[in-house]
DNA sequence: CCGAATCACT
């Protein structure tokens, strides 16, 4: 609050407060050459009433009287050296020792009423030396700014170490870091390498990828050459910005130079690698680490280990390989690299070595948590072992972990596709009674939970409830309802939401069109159903093969044998074949009415078609 | 003292 007043009020009057480098010295050399030889008693009159002067200051200004600055001025006349700079010096250093935000305020007071007065530089880096070990960023901010040359780079340099170690400070006030960055770019002072880093580092933890691009800019412009650290922040914040080629660009030139940036950095792209199934790029960076003397850790093996357990159950053996190895070599997984494993045979549905696995982390002392106990639960409920999944939930609220939004949403969806809806039902409605948020997920699951077990209009209503409690609903809020009113012979209905979702911006998945176009096909309407194909087809969606042909059915069940071809046509362009049970549904369609002529000319027409079909694909 | 993991999605 303070401090922002005397702020407004400075930048008001900012002045040049002190002398050039070169008078500065000049001066100091000149006292100190009189200082060893003849030492008049002028001189040393002159020093013993400035310090006299620089303790009636000091004094005023520790007796904190409210209006010290005006009673300065009245206390002193102007030839009693208040300004001179021995005075101030003096002043400064004593009140940076004692009360650096008071020195502060002097020197604020300073710049506003004496335009002539100037701080020598043991002074002015003591001053910027209490500012900064009293984490006072913004007024020695402000009094580097003041200082038009700055003092000692070693003092600029401390600052901005400290400054940038503070976290908490550069959270708190946001522009910290970039005015910090405004001065460092207009000044031509240079940082050494470790405040580099540090500012680097700082820009990264508070997510401030432009201020980190306009550091690095100018330290390359400053000739600094970056080192490790340096390249591994370039690397985070690459990832950081979806530059993940860029990032790997950066490992590969910095690694030719024998610079292996850390663990952290590399694991995070390794991490983007491996989750984009891109192991090849995964080995590469693995093995240049090993080269590099900078060996993979258990978090960049447990990226690894968890990518594989999620990209297919093909997968889970190289996992499970990468596991026995990490193993061997030494390393001791955690908690969460058994989760992740587990998980990984749990989605495979192979339950039995997931509990194998289970037990060796208990009896290697690991203990499971809400997430291990989660995956596990998940896993029993999707085999239908649905006793051990209800112990193991018992089990894991006994050992203190508290039912969560996420673990509800596991009971749900094990309940309802183990076909106990009813009880899934209680469980949802005793959520907020047990003070846990239902999330869209939760509707989600119970949405589709009641679509599949037939109670759709309950479905239908709760989608209602989870608009009136103002959630955001999901494509797979919708995907099942649409589905289920579709099977319902309420395809009408079920456009409705279509339009719903595409109102909010959700784009539906390419099966829910061919729900639609199947519903409109049930109801016997093929007028919709054609309509909402040749939308497919416009928007450049592939319909079903099934779609297609339950359309042909439908069409030739009403004598609309033209429309039928059509939509055969497009099913040769589309690449798919005619099913023998179409063909002689519309042959007899042809036979049955009275133009024998037409019928012989259509099945021609297919029989061409489906050589040519043949043709293609042999 | 860092960078990790679990639920829904036909």
């Not at 910027?128 to 000692?152: G, P, Y």
């Not at 719903?500 to 998945?509: D, F, K, N, T």
Request: with cysteine; charged share 20%.
């Amino acid at each position: 609050m303070i401090l922002s007043k005397l702020r407004c009020k400075s930048i008001c009057s900012r002045r040049r407060l002190f002398y050039p480098l070169w008078e500065i010295s000049a001066s100091r050399s000149c006292s100190s050459s009189s200082g060893i030889f003849s030492h008049s008693n002028q001189q040393e009159e002159e020093e013993a009433r400035l310090q006299i002067t620089a303790s009636m200051v000091c004094d005023t200004i520790l007796r904190r009287l409210p209006r010290w600055e005006t009673s300065i001025l009245s206390l002193l006349p102007p030839n009693s050296g208040v300004f001179h700079s021995n005075c101030v010096g003096l002043v400064i250093r004593r009140l940076s020792e004692s009360n650096p935000i008071l020195s502060f305020r002097y020197f604020l007071w300073l710049s506003s009423s004496s335009s002539s007065s100037s701080l020598d530089p043991s002074s002015a880096a003591a001053f910027l030396t209490a500012l900064t070990n009293a984490r006072a960023w913004r007024a020695a901010m402000h009094a580097i700014c003041s200082m038009k040359c700055l003092t000692e780079v070693y003092i600029f340099n401390s600052f901005v170490l400290h400054l940038c170690k503070d976290t908490r400070a550069l959270h708190c006030d946001e522009n910290l870091l970039h005015d910090l960055c405004d001065i460092i770019e207009s000044n031509s002072t240079s940082l050494t390498l470790p405040s580099w880093n540090s500012a680097l580092s700082a820009s990264l933890r508070i997510k401030r990828p432009d201020i980190f691009r306009r550091l690095y800019a100018k330290m390359i412009e400053s000739d600094t050459a970056p080192d490790a650290a340096t390249a591994g922040y370039l690397i985070r914040v690459l990832c950081r910005d979806g530059e993940h080629a860029n990032a790997y660009h950066v490992l590969r030139h910095v690694s030719r130079k024998g610079i292996i940036p850390d663990v952290v950095s590399i694991t995070q792209l390794i991490s983007f690698f491996a989750k984009g199934k891109s192991f090849g790029h995964v080995s590469g960076i693995l093995h240049l680490m090993i080269s590099g003397g900078s060996p993979p850790d258990l978090l960049t093996y447990q990226a690894i280990i968890d990518a594989l357990c999620s990209a297919g159950a093909t997968m889970v053996d190289e996992a499970l390989r990468i596991f026995r190895e990490l193993k061997l070599k030494g390393y001791s997984p955690d908690v969460v690299t058994y989760t992740a494993v587990i998980d990984g045979l749990c989605k495979s549905r192979r339950m039995d070595e997931a509990w194998l696995l289970w037990w060796e982390m208990i009896s290697n002392g690991i203990l499971p948590n809400s997430y291990t106990y989660n995956v596990i639960i998940n896993g029993y409920f999707k085999t239908g072992d649905i006793d051990r999944a209800l112990n193991l939930y018992d089990e894991m609220l006994s050992k203190g972990f508290p039912a969560s939004t996420l673990s509800c949403n596991t009971m749900l969806s094990g309940l309802c596709i183990n076909g106990r809806l009813a009880e899934a039902v209680k469980l949802f409605d005793k959520m907020p009674t047990r003070g846990i948020e239902r999330d869209v997920i939760t509707y989600n699951t119970l949405i589709q939970g009641l679509c599949e077990g037939g109670e759709t209009s309950d479905a239908v209503e709760l989608y209602s409830s989870l608009i009136a409690a103002g959630i955001e609903p999901s494509i797979s809020t919708y995907t099942p309802l649409i589905f289920a009113l579709c099977n319902e012979m309420r395809a009408t209905d079920a456009t409705e939401l279509v339009r719903s979702m595409e109102s909010r911006g959700l784009v539906p998945l390419v099966c829910t069109n061919d729900f639609v176009v199947v519903g409109f096909c049930r109801l016997g309407d093929a007028d919709n159903g054609m309509a909402w194909l040749s939308k497919m087809l416009r928007s450049n969606l592939k319909p079903r093969e099934e779609t297609m042909c339950r359309l042909v059915e439908c069409l030739s069940s009403l004598g609309r044998v033209d429309d039928a071809l059509q939509v055969v046509n497009k099913m040769f362009d589309i690449g798919y074949g005619l099913g023998s049970a179409i063909c002689r549904v519309l042959v007899s369609k042809l036979c049955g009415e009275d133009s024998p002529q037409r019928a012989s000319r259509v099945m021609e027409e297919i029989m061409v078609l489906e050589s040519y079909f043949d043709a293609v694909h042999s």
